[in-house]
């Protein structure tokens, strides 16, 4: 069942022959069946492959509470943690750019997406589990991915700020604020009878939101950019699973938000889609312009498309329902529509200088 999901959503992911051994731990599924249940192990590192391929895509795996809680609950000793662990290093090993828009890159320190998140999550799990059954080396191992990870994300916001991109320091951001919600919420969920007699609780909860003092501050202030300016703009876009075709190709995943014009240009463009599957995606983006009338970023991507395509959303507008013809032709969509990339962007900037201000 979890390879078909995979298989549903990302079966571009299966099919690149260059990808990692996660493609081989997919394909390997069906051998699983025998010892679903007893090997615990294998199962995990089938998780995390389904989890990596797919978190990214508009329709990910549901297997989130299995790897940050379930499974290792269900591991007793500290041979099979550091087992399950080396798998969640195989993971966080494994390139986020295959299957994911949503990254920025940063000289010098690499790149950073909400996969690091997602590994957080799963290195705080094991982490209550040893601490559970006082696992010293697990306990270690984990604590240790976990705060190198939080340094170098901190090194890189600095890094956005000082380089003075404010797009950048806009997606750093978003993308900081949802790997802290991560660690946080794992954190929070241990056991009230997990000892923690270092305090690791609060020194991994809220860090986007409290404590000015840890990581000099930088994840505060991630976090107080991100809450009004990019959040409402990074929703899960529930109304664009309908549009399948979205799913054909890596290129057509979403980037972060709201900065979609290049993407909705994409769309205009790209030989992966017909007539028709184009039709299904302006008409999804309508939807989650109906749903979410504050966001932005879907009619950012209208507006890429609108400039794309030969004839622009007029030339598609047969193919759309008579609601989303309606809308086409009025209101906040025909406002966005005049609005250029640049002077967008630099609204965008706008919203961000009270914040880095402060920081310079």
Known sequence: MLLGQVESTASWALADENAGSYRDILRAASTLESTYGTDLLGYLR???????????????????????????????????????????????????????????EVKGLGAVCGHQGEWFSVWAGALGRALAIGAQQARDHALGRIEDELLRESQIFDAVVKAGDPLDVLRVSTVLAHNLGDLSRVVEAWPKTVADPEGLRGRF???????????????????????????????????????????????????????FDTWGELIGRTPLLDEDERGEV?????????????????????????????????????????RAKKLVRGGPIREQLGVDRARFEARMAKRLEPFVTLRR
């Open 282 to 322: 302006v008409a999804a983006l309508i939807d989650t312009h109906v749903q979410r009338p504050a966001q932005v970023g879907c009619l950012r991507a209208l507006a890429g498309f609108d400039r794309a395509f030969k004839g622009g959303l007029g030339a598609i507008e047969h193919t759309l329902p008579a």
């Open 46 to 104: 089938l998780l995390l492959a389904a989890h990596y391929v797919t978190v990214a895509t508009f329709v990910p795996t549901d297997v989130d509470t299995r790897i940050r809680h379930h499974l290792w609950w269900s591991l007793d000793t500290e041979e099979q943690l550091l087992a399950g662990l080396a798998h969640v290093d195989e993971a966080a090993s494994w390139d986020p750019q295959r299957v994911s828009a949503r990254i920025v």
């Open 205 to 259: 909860m809220r860090l986007g939101h409290e404590r000015e003092d840890r990581y000099g501050g930088s994840f505060v202030l991630a976090g107080a950019i991100n809450k009004p300016i990019m959040a409402p703009e990074n929703d899960r876009f529930l109304a664009l699973r309908p549009a399948r075709a979205l799913r054909k190709g890596r290129p057509l995943l979403l980037p972060i938000g709201p900065f």
